[in-house]
């Protein structure tokens, strides 16, 4: 996969087919319609296209609301582009100047005039332009004016799917992993680096790395603890998964912890993705440590049995 990071200098493209959006989570929507364009450009013999945008357009026109949280990361989202077969991803920056394109100018002077498609297949509820004024139907009326098709995806097939990026994200704010997993068509991951903690894993005999997530904005899953597997240098280790304030040790601060199974290396500062497999429970907080470390020997096991 060709991966463009600015609409300048791009390529001519051979009987492009594009699809326009932010693609966060890449979920099975999505990848419906990624397959869509791909077989649609097969067909013609030519290239498929996707264009994103990237900070994510919410960011940007709202830099104050704290509330949006991303699936994927940039680089994540690269990653499962390529995996699902596109043959070209367009990264636009986008910019409050470039939102305030109205909906022809986003046609003819952004889109026409950097990537010339052949065809262009759109969401059932596809907006674009300033105050999101544009539509299907000046899509319709500027692909015939200048030359490429038009295929809105049909609602219906939006729904049978039952698919969107808010619900993955209200699956994981739950902790309902394995919900989030089915809708993505994947295993939900962080990125992060291990940063000193507290210690008190080892003291438990359960020692933890500590992980520091690398980008402010990833959607980070319910407190409690989980089922993982990290990947660190290309290899997969089963682990569980603590997230929260640990409660039974007050006055902590919140962390990610992971306890690396039949592991015993020092990997501060060195970069892993954590991998969730399932949930298997809310945080709690013990009346001592014994019935703590009771009940990480159980979670262990639950773990273990998911895991191998």
């Known amino acids: 996969m060709r991966v463009f990071r600015s609409v300048e200098g791009l ?36 290239e498929s296209i996707i264009l994103t945008f990237h900070p994510h357009p919410r960011l940007v026109v709202n830099p104050n609301d704290t509330g949006l949280k991303l699936l994927n990361t940039l680089e994540e989202k690269i990653a499962l582009l390529e995996r699902f077969g596109v043959d070209n991803l367009i990264v636009a920056p986008f910019s409050i100047e470039f939102s305030k394109l109205t909906a022809r100018e986003y046609v003819e002077d ?14 059932y ?28 995806i049909a609602k219906q097939m939006v729904d049978d799917l039952a698919v969107s990026s808010t619900k993955v994200r209200t699956a994981l704010e739950a902790g309902d992993v394995t919900q989030a997993n089915n809708l993505l068509g994947y295993e939900y991951s962080l990125h992060g680096t291990v940063v000193e903690g507290h210690q008190m894993g080892r003291k438990l005999g359960y020692p933890t790395a500590n992980i520091q997530p690398n980008n402010p904005n990833k959607l980070i899953p319910a407190k409690g603890v989980y089922a993982v597997r990290v990947k660190l240098e290309e290899q997969l280790h089963p682990a569980m998964m603590n997230i929260g304030d640990n409660p039974t040790f007050e006055g902590r601060k919140a962390s990610i912890e992971a306890n690396l199974f039949d592991f015993d290396r020092d990997i501060y500062g060195m970069e892993l993705d954590v991998i969730f497999v399932q949930r298997l429970r809310s945080e709690l907080k013990f009346d001592n440590i014994d019935a703590l470390i009771k ?12 895991l191998y």
């Open 11 to 46: 390529p001519e493209f051979k009987n492009g087919v594009l699809t326009i959006g932010t693609f966060d989570g890449v979920h099975l929507g999505h990848q419906e319609i990624i397959k869509r364009i791909n077989q649609d450009a097969a067909e013609k013999n030519g």
């Open 125 to 152: 509820d596809h907006r674009f332009g300033n105050n999101r004024e544009g539509d299907l139907g000046l899509f319709l009326e500027k692909g015939k004016e200048l030359g490429f098709e038009v295929e809105e």
């Open 110 to 123: 952004f889109l026409w005039k950097n990537v010339r498609p052949k065809k262009v297949v759109i969401g």
């Open 295 to 306: 009940q990480m020997a159980d979670d262990e096991k639950v773990s273990r049995k998911l």
